[in-house]
């Protein structure tokens, strides 16, 4: 067996917590929204505005997802929510990246990517990892 198997044989339980602290970040960026918990820079938005919502598809979408309670169709939603995030809020901005703060967006769009494809890895709600 070659160290290269030896360590991919825990590519399951890596996925787990991988996702389990991906989700964690998500949830911070609705909490910080919603409650303004931890404190950010931006004013608590007015219930049933865009930022609003944006708050509880971070909260319930991070919170679900740390949890790996349909992760496959969480993901697809949350990949989605960040792309259209990038495309209206960052990308006016400019076209770098990191100069249109939307570096963060970009990667959370293609994490959650990976995982639509993978699934949640070992420990997850709903029994789907392998």
Known sequence: MSSLD??????????????????????EHGTSKLFDFPH??????????????????ELVGGALFIVGFQTRLVAFILAGDM???YFMA????????MLNGGDAAILYCFVFLIYFVTGPGRWSADGSGK
Do not use: C, D, N
């Open 6 to 27: 030896r360590v991919s044989k825990y590519a399951p339980e890596v996925l787990s917590i991988a996702r389990i602290v991906i989700g964690l970040l998500f949830l």
């Open 40 to 57: 950010g820079t931006m004013a608590q938005p007015t219930m049933g505005s865009l930022i609003w919502f944006q708050g509880v598809i």
């Open 83 to 85: 792309a259209v995030a």
């Open 90 to 97: 960052h990308a006016p901005k400019g076209i770098y990246p």
